[in-house]
């Protein structure tokens, strides 16, 4: 596998990483006891850390990814492995 497939596998299990732990740890108003601006929707956040959420997908995707080249490497689980899915011969 060349460096840019790896930076290219990275970044996507990175974009998924931070989708999946952007709601953790958010709070909305009415948990805080702020007030409303106007406009602001109900479920807005307010604290909101994005610099947490970096930290978060980075590991999460760090992760993900290398149980992804461990199993690129190693062939743990390939497709022969799944049922049903028999790629044409």
Do not use: C
């Not at 930076?7 to 953790?24: E, G, H």
């Not at 997908?57 to 743990?76: C, E, I, K, P």
């Amino acid at each position: 596998m060349n460096w840019y497939a790896i930076f290219a596998i990275y970044v996507l299990f990175w974009v998924i990483s931070a989708f999946l732990v952007l709601p953790f740890g958010l709070r909305t108003p009415d948990e805080t006891g702020e007030v409303l601006l106007k406009g602001q929707a109900d479920s807005a956040p307010s604290n909101f850390r994005p610099g947490r959420v970096i930290l978060r997908a980075t590991l999460l995707s760090a992760v993900l990814f290398g149980l992804y080249y461990a199993n690129y490497v190693q062939g743990w689980v390939t497709i022969d492995n799944i049922p049903g899915l028999h790629p044409a011969r």
